[in-house]
């Protein structure tokens, strides 16, 4: 009986709490991506192409979310630390001169699933993350 109860807990835990899938249930990643970034749109306006780190993640509506895995991905203070461009009918935003305090905050994450909201202030590009790799816990290989 008690191998019967063992086992079932390990399956329980093996199936229900370490296995996580992506932050976009629709989003097929490559084959061993250990790193999947989620872009969400939380502006009013349409994104018609949005460019992050050299990638294509193609137009983003209100509230729409695009997935993409990457090698690694940085963060400056718990802020993305990655080119990232959009553009709205003809006009072009970006974060290129990001102006973060000192740098000593940098960490680059190699795995894990982060969610980037994408925003639209002022004619100012915005970007944050929820769940950042944080100084004290970093993802550094």
């Not at 807990?9 to 490559?30: K, M």
Request: proline share 5%.
């Amino acid at each position: 009986m008690r191998k019967y109860i063992l086992l079932g807990l390990t399956v329980f835990f093996v199936q229900f709490i370490s296995c996580t899938g992506p932050a976009n249930p629709d989003y097929n990643a490559t084959e061993n991506a250990r790193l999947i970034m989620t872009f969400r749109n939380v502006s009013n306006l349409d994104f018609n192409a949005v460019t992050v780190s050299g990638k294509d993640l193609g137009t983003l509506k209100i509230d729409q979310s695009k997935s993409l895995d990457f090698d690694s991905f940085g963060f400056d203070t718990g802020m993305p630390d990655e080119d990232i461009s959009i553009k709205i009918n003809d006009t072009e935003l970006n974060n290129f001169n990001r102006n973060f305090w000192c740098g000593t905050e940098k960490v680059r994450a190699d795995s894990g699933t982060y969610i980037i909201k994408i925003n639209v202030v002022d004619s100012f590009l915005v970007i944050c993350c929820d769940n950042p790799p944080s100084f004290e816990y970093p993802v550094l290989p």
